[in-house]
C-alpha cells in the first residue's frame, strides 16, 4: 500500500524498506520516488544525478511527469534554481512562472508545473544529484514538507553510495581496479546505462540530440506548436519545430528530405517568423546536415574517399598578409594590458604561433585541448588539457583556427568565464559564418569562408595535411556526389598556389 499523502513517519518507513528490498538501483530509486511525491500530495517528480563532469544532471527517475517534459534532454546544473539545490541548500518554488530563479517561466507553464520542491541527494557531504516534486496547481510548502523530503533524500542517497561502495568492494576483490576517480565518476556508469533517450520521430532526430549533449547544449524535442493558419477558430496549418534549446532561445528544425520536398518546410517556416518575428529557428537542410555529421565521422558524406588536395583556397601569402594586420590589431587593442592567448589545440599551432611571433606587445601563451565527439559513448565534451596557469582577473584572448556552427566556441567561452578572467575576446583564422549555429561574438576574424572543409595550416582531415602551408579543400573521389558545393563563391585568386 502506497502512503497516500502527509504521513511522513509511515512513507519513511517505506521508503527504508524498499531500497532495503530492490537490489537494482534504478528500480529502488523509481519506487522511492512514487512514495516521495505521494507523501507530499504532489503531482510529480524527478531524482536526477550529477554527471561525472559535475555539470549536468541526468534522469535517474521520473513518476508522474507529462509526455513534454521527458522530450527534455539532460540539464545544465548552472541553472538558478538547480545551482542552490546542488550547493546542498532545499529549495521552494511557490509560482513556478513567477519565480525569478525559473530560468524558462514559459516552459514551466506549458509543462503545467506551478510549484517545485527541491532536495539535495547528499553522501558523505558530497552533493550527488537532486529530488525535486512537482504540483499542478499553487501550493505552500512548509517546514514539515521540507524536512520530511530532505529525509527522504538522504536515505536514497545512502542506498546509492551503499551501492557503489558494494560495487567497487566487488571490483577489488575480482582484482579489478575501479577506474572511476570519484564517486560522482563512478555514478556516471549508472546514469549513462539508465537514460532513456526521448521517442524521435527520425533517426537524424536522435543524432542530433546526442550532438546537443555533446555539447552541453539543453535541448527539448518537439517544445512548442506554432499556429500558422487559422480559419475562423479552425486552425488550418501548424508547425513544430523539432527542437527547442532554452540557452540559446532557439529552435531548430531538421529536415532530411530531398530538396525539393524540403521547399514546403521552407515556406512554414518563412510563415512562422513573419508571424513571429522574435522567434529565432534555425533550418538544417539535408545538406547542412550530412555536412555536419560528416565533420564528426557519420552520415553519408563521411565515407567519401579523399584522393587529396583540391583547390588551394587562401594562399600562403594571403595568410601571411593577414595574420600580421590581426596581430598589428590586437597590439594597438591590448596596448597596455599584457593579454593571455588561449590556443586550442591542435589545428591552431600554426596560426597561433605565427600571430604571436607578429604581435608586437607583451603577452603570454597558453594552450588546451577538448574532447571530440566521436560517438554517444564518449560522454560529454571535456577539457582534456587544461591552462596551466590561473585566468582570474586576465584579458584572455581565445585563439581558434575555425569557427564554424560555434558549439565548441560557445562551451570553451562559458568554460573559461566561469574562471572571472578580466575579458574574454576571440580570434579565428577563418570563420564559417553560413554554417553557424550558436552565435558567439568574434572580435577577430582572418578570413570568412564558403561551406568547405578545408585543411592546411594547422587544420587536418583524419590527422593528415597539417603540415600544408596554405589552407585547401580536398578533393573526393567521386567528386560529383561527394564533394560539398560551396554556399558562397570561392575568392578569385582560389586556383592559384602561392607558394
Ligand atoms: P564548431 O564547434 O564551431 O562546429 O567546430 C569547431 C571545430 O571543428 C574546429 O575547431 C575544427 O576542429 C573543426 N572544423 C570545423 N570546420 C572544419 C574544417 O573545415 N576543416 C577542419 N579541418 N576542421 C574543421
Not at 30 to 36: E, G, M, S
Not at 109 to 127: H, K, N, W
Not at 266 to 283: A, D, T
Not at 313 to 335: F, G, H, P
Request: charged residues 25%; aromatic residues 8%; neutral net charge.
Amino acid at each position: 500500500m502506497i502512503n497516500k499523502g502527509g504521513n511522513y513517519y509511515r512513507a519513511l518507513e517505506e521508503i527504508t524498506s524498499t531500497l532495503n528490498k530492490i537490489k537494482n538501483e534504478r528500480e529502488g530509486l523509481q519506487a522511492v520516488l512514487k512514495i516521495i511525491t505521494r507523501a507530499l500530495n504532489g503531482d510529480a517528480g524527478i531524482i536526477m544525478l550529477l554527471d561525472s563532469t559535475r555539470e549536468h544532471l541526468l534522469r535517474v527517475a521520473t513518476y508522474g511527469l507529462t509526455e513534454w517534459y521527458l522530450r527534455k534532454g539532460m540539464v545544465s546544473a548552472q541553472n538558478a534554481c538547480l545551482s542552490e539545490v546542488l550547493s546542498g541548500k532545499t529549495v521552494v518554488v511557490g509560482n513556478a512562472t513567477e519565480n525569478p530563479h525559473v530560468k524558462h517561466p514559459e516552459l514551466a507553464r506549458q509543462a503545467g508545473i506551478a510549484s517545485i520542491l527541491s532536495a539535495p541527494l547528499i553522501y558523505q557531504e558530497e552533493v550527488l544529484g537532486a529530488v525535486r516534486v512537482y504540483t499542478r496547481s499553487e501550493r505552500e510548502f512548509h517546514k514539515k514538507d521540507c524536512a520530511f523530503l530532505e529525509t527522504a533524500a538522504k536515505i536514497s542517497a545512502m542506498a546509492l553510495g551503499n551501492a557503489i561502495l558494494r560495487d567497487t568492494i566487488k571490483k577489488e576483490t575480482s582484482m579489478e581496479s575501479s577506474l572511476e576517480p570519484d564517486l560522482t565518476g563512478r555514478l556516471s556508469s549508472l546514469t549513462s546505462q539508465i537514460r532513456k533517450p526521448s521517442q524521435f520521430a527520425h533517426p537524424s532526430e536522435e543524432e542530433f540530440a546526442k550532438l546537443l549533449d555533446f555539447y552541453r547544449l539543453e535541448w527539448i524535442y518537439e517544445p512548442r506548436s506554432f499556429t500558422l493558419e487559422k480559419d475562423g477558430n479552425r486552425i488550418v496549418e501548424m508547425f513544430t519545430p523539432d527542437f527547442y534549446l532554452p540557452q540559446l532561445d532557439l529552435y531548430v528544425e531538421i529536415t532530411t528530405m530531398k530538396q525539393s520536398l524540403a521547399t514546403e518546410k521552407n515556406k512554414k517556416i518563412r510563415h512562422l517568423k513573419e508571424l513571429h518575428p522574435e522567434i529565432n529557428v534555425k533550418l538544417l537542410n539535408k545538406k547542412d546536415y550530412a555536412s555536419l555529421l560528416a565533420k564528426y565521422g557519420y552520415g553519408p558524406l563521411s565515407e567519401a574517399k579523399v584522393r587529396g588536395i583540391g583547390k588551394v583556397l587562401i594562399t600562403v601569402n594571403r595568410i601571411q598578409k593577414r595574420v600580421m594586420e590581426m596581430a598589428r590589431e590586437i597590439s594597438i587593442d591590448y596596448a597596455d594590458r599584457r593579454p593571455m592567448l588561449v590556443g586550442v589545440l591542435k589545428g591552431v599551432v600554426c596560426f597561433a604561433s605565427d600571430l604571436m611571433r607578429n604581435i608586437s606587445i607583451p603577452v603570454t601563451m597558453d594552450f588546451m585541448a577538448i574532447s571530440y565527439y566521436t560517438n554517444d559513448k564518449s560522454g560529454p565534451i571535456r577539457i582534456t588539457k587544461d591552462l596551466e596557469r590561473s585566468i582570474k582577473d586576465r584579458d584572455i584572448i581565445i585563439i581558434e583556427d575555425i569557427v564554424d556552427t560555434g558549439m565548441t566556441l560557445h562551451y570553451l567561452m562559458n568554460y573559461l568565464s566561469s574562471r572571472q578572467p578580466a575579458s574574454i575576446s576571440v580570434c579565428t583564422l577563418l570563420d564559417k559564418r553560413v554554417r553557424r549555429l550558436v552565435e558567439v561574438p568574434l572580435q577577430y576574424v582572418g578570413f570568412e569562408i564558403p561551406d568547405y572543409f578545408v585543411v592546411g595550416y594547422g587544420l587536418d582531415f583524419r590527422g593528415e595535411y597539417r603540415n600544408l602551408p596554405f589552407i585547401a579543400t580536398l578533393q573526393h573521389e567521386d567528386k560529383e556526389t561527394r564533394q560539398l558545393p560551396p554556399t558562397v563563391p570561392p575568392p578569385p585568386d582560389a586556383a592559384l598556389l602561392q607558394v
